[in-house]
């Protein structure tokens, strides 16, 4: 936060100015102001309650503040201060999702209900990092998800901070098995987005001294691909491959595949009707996931929990089995552990070969096997 150089009676001094800059009526107004104590510095300390007022009122569904000089956000400090340079505090916000709709087999259900609250969770940072900067405090909301820092790929890391981890040191929740924050009482039914401030806060949020993860393994038994292990273990590429198969990884092995294409039936003979339709879906709107099973079946969180209590049995067969039995395709790395697994948990589901994105195709040989194509 910038302060006013004063005087020695305490008042505002003058700048010293070019005359024709100081003749300006825009800057003789801003001295005018400073002159008459119009203008007048915001308070060193922001109010927590007033802080908290105004995130819900944005539409936040919880709030908690953070120091950026908390040990846990080590990490974050330099992309933190290259962002705003003068951070001093992230506000951690949450947005809950609507649980139906995300455990809906139907994929363009739940894929809205995740774009619809990301665009929810923008705005009311947008509105609180507006109400900051009225304030007088200098303050910035990177994006939820996507768009991010492009250009640093993939050198280094394109998120401009790191939503989850600042949510755990907040107090919001606790990462569980699944590699989402889990809130203890909105559960897994969140997404979460952070605004950047220059001044401290009065009070700030205090981790969570319990893990409202209950340890059902559901998450284990939903993901199609294995990406999460009973020992809490992830196999972070085995999930970005499928799910994230429609984001940038996914596209630039799509546009590989199109480019090493002979003709049109080669290319159909390796990507099918479908999955050129969904990818067209996903260019000309938000990318769809295609899975977010383990959020689906979370049950954690004192809101969500009660059903899971109540008859367990009726809550896999209306929440897990569905998306266990949906017929779908699985996008897996060639020899890979989620390859195996998949075909072993889920055959009745597709399985194909991709490179994800993450290397160049391997060459065709010169009799390509149009059975197993890998796109």
């Known amino acids: 936060m910038t302060t006013t150089a004063q005087d020695a ?42 802080l908290r007022e105004l995130c819900l009122a944005a539409g936040a569904d919880d709030v908690a503040a953070v120091s950026l000089d908390h040990p846990d956000l080590a990490g974050e400090r330099e992309y933190a201060q290259s962002a705003l340079p003068g951070t ?21 259900v739940a894929n809205q209900e995740f774009h619809q609250t990301d665009e929810e969770a923008n705005h ?23 768009p991010q820092e492009m250009d640093r790929f993939p050198r280094e890391r394109i998120w401009v901070v790191a939503h989850k981890t600042v949510a755990v040191a907040a107090g919001l929740g606790v990462m569980g098995l699944h590699r989402n924050v889990i809130h203890p009482k909105f559960g897994s039914f969140v997404l979460l987005v952070t605004v950047l401030v220059d001044a401290e806060v009065s009070e700030y949020g205090q981790a969570l ?4 993860c209950i340890d059902c393994k559901l998450c284990v038994a939903a993901c199609p691909v294995g990406a999460i292990h009973k020992d809490g273990e992830f196999d972070g590429l085995a999930c970005t491959t499928h799910n994230y198969r429609e984001f940038m990884s996914g596209f630039t092995d799509w546009a590989q595949t199109v480019a090493d294409s002979e003709d049109a039936a080669d290319y159909r003979s390796r990507v099918s009707d479908s999955e050129s339709a969904s990818m067209w879906q996903s260019l000309s709107s938000p990318p769809g996931y295609k899975s977010g099973y383990c959020v689906a079946v979370c049950p954690a969180g004192e809101d969500v929990l009660g059903p899971y209590l109540d008859d367990r ?22 020899g ?16 194909k070969e991709v490179t994800g994105g993450w290397q160049p195709p391997a060459k065709r040989s010169a009799f390509p096997d149009r059975e197993t194509p890998t796109s």
């Open 9 to 50: 009676e305490g008042r505002p001094a003058k700048p010293r100015l070019p005359a024709k800059l100081a003749a300006h009526p825009s800057v003789q107004a801003v001295l005018t102001r400073r002159a008459t104590g119009d203008a007048v510095d915001p308070p060193p300390v922001i109010e927590a309650e007033w």
């Open 88 to 108: 001093r505090t992230l506000i951690a916000m949450a947005v809950r999702m609507n649980r139906d709709n995300c455990r809906s087999p139907a994929r363009s």
């Open 124 to 146: 009311a940072a947008r509105t609180v990092t507006r109400a900051l900067q009225d304030a007088g405090y200098r303050a910035l909301n990177p994006s939820v998800g996507f």
């Open 209 to 212: 001294d319990y893990n409202p």
């Open 313 to 334: 049995k009726t809550f896999m067969d209306t929440v897990l089995r569905p998306l266990q039995e949906k017929q779908e395709t699985l996008y897996v790395l060639p």
């Open 336 to 351: 890979s552990h989620a390859q195996e697994y998949a075909r072993r948990r889920f055959p009745h589901k597709p399985v």
